[in-house]
């Protein structure tokens, strides 16, 4: 009974399988899939997935429209067990503590002489309010609920502390570090754990209302390890030194990476290529194959400025919200924005950066949760799969058939085969996508008795076809990701046709795939996103990065 149950539940899942796919359009062409297997192009961090955390007050508006809610790190409601699953769910999230208003904060500390309050809307000072402060209280709090979320945090300082604003705009004079030594010290002796310290937002290059020049960045980067080296004497896992956290600007993070080739561990940029929130035309870019591939000049400038420095320091994204002043409800919340999010990511690891941190968790139109009862975003169902699935070597992958097609392939994160993605923007055509390799690979049956294996080896660029025999019983897992009702705009995602929700209890859905015949091309229906994981396909790249399941596959 057992035996015939599962047989015929395989068989139902591929016939839904096909007719999910088929129902979605009439139109439909092939494609290729172009991997190149021999080896990676790029290598991210095990957590790449990370977002952030903002200091926005209730009062932050934009084009009268107020998104951010209770979602500031002052007022965000730690005891609601929906938010705590949905970080938990990670294992890890890393989470950077930032944003505009991170160079305003003061920390309450001993140190600190000022009243501890809160930010309060002035339009006549720089980002629009005051100075604000942070209450030790209310860090206590924080870290409480990182440490029973399991999230990493990237903790960005005040870096305009000690400042004059000169009447160029420009912030002149050397980085005041005591309140944050301060609070740095307050923060080990609590035996808080930080992942890393980011010094500064948005004051690099051009800077967003003033800028730093890179040598005196520099030099306070240089104080800023001084300090962490001081503090963290006695504690054995030491923070990463973290920065810029601004917006790529060629000759300034040439000169400022050369500059702190021995202080820095971690370079960090934004990205908001879609422009302003208010657009009503961010569908379209987002649905637009250039305007996708137009940041990819961002990611390889940063890299060859790595690559060609003698700095060990790796490259980060340390914010990204893609359409900037929060974003715009309905889209960077909805279905559609998994097109541009998924691609980022698939972009900045092709560049070799290691982690990608989503601007924000939970605030303004742009959060993974959203801002009210944090329930999940479309987005954050695609950030949990990709965690899930996408593992650490990147291999260089190229579609032929449709420039509708972007296409990304890692070493599958839970096996040794590897994990495809594919994101169709057509919205009226179905693609079948074959697979070829540039690279010896081999197929790998396995009984299931998980003891004995048929391996065939195929060599040079071929299009796959399963040898005679087995091509029944090897299979790859799919998940198909579409917009409830066909709305692109729509806050709701489907996996395999089955809508993605929480539970009355706040617990994540499960996100179970498809199991589909591996001699069968991927169909990818109009706007829908596909994650591809093929256990059984091997390449040289992902060889010996899985040791603890060496066993396994023995």
Known sequence: ???????????????????????????????????????PIGRIDDDFICATLDWWPPEKCDYGTCSWGLAGLLNLDLNKNLFLNAVKAFSPLKIRLGGTLQDK?????????????????????????????????????????????????????????GRTIASDGSAV????????????????????TIHGWELGNELCGSGVGTQVSADQYAADTAALQSIVQKIYQNVDLKPLIITPGGFYDSDWFTEYIDKTNKSLDVVTHHIYNLGPGVDDHLVGKIL????????????????????????????????????????????????????????????????DTKTYCRQSLVGGNYGLLNTTNFEPNPDY??????????????????????DKIRSYTHCAKQSKGITLLLINLNNSTTVQAKLAFNSTMSLRHKHRSQISHHKHRIHKTTI???????????????????????????????????????????IIPHLEPLHVKSAKPIMVAPLSIVFTHMPDVTVPACKNIHPTLDLWMK
Not at 106 to 120: E, R
């Open 381 to 402: 169902y695609s950030a949990l799969l990709w965690h899930r699935l996408m593992g650490r070597n990147v291999l260089s992958t190229s579609f032929t058939g449709t």
């Open 288 to 351: 637009d194959p250039s305007v996708l591939e137009g940041v990819s000049g961002t990611f390889s400038g940063l890299h060859n400025i790595i690559k060609n420095s003698t700095t060990s320091a790796a490259a980060w994204v340390g914010e990204a919200g893609g359409a900037y002043n929060s974003g715009h409800n309905l889209v960077t919340n909805a279905f559609v924005f998994s097109f541009w999010y998924l691609d980022q990511l698939g972009m900045a690891s092709k560049y």
């Open 105 to 161: 904060v003061i920390y309450d500390t001993d140190d600190n002489q000022l009243p501890c309050t809160s930010f309060v809307k002035n339009t006549s000072e720089m980002f629009g309010f005051t100075q604000g402060c942070l209450p030790m209280n209310r860090w206590d709090d924080l870290n409480s609920f990182f440490q029973k979320a399991g999230a990493k945090v990237i903790f960005g300082l005040n870096a305009l502390a």
């Open 173 to 192: 004079g050397a980085w005041n570090y005591t309140n944050a030594e301060s609070f740095m010290q307050y923060t080990v002796d609590k035996n808080y």
């Open 1 to 39: 009974m057992g035996f015939c149950f599962w047989v015929c539940f395989i068989s139902l899942l591929n016939f839904y399988s096909l007719s999910f796919v088929s129902s979605q359009a009439d139109a439909s062409a092939e494609g290729t899939v172009f991997i190149d297997g021999k080896a």
């Open 464 to 506: 796959i076809k399963l040898p005679q025999g087995i091509d029944g019983k090897i299979r790859r897992e799919e998940y198909h990701l579409t917009a409830k009702d066909g709305n692109l705009q729509s806050q709701s995602m489907l996996l395999n046709g089955n809508i993605l929700s929480v539970n009355s209890s706040g």
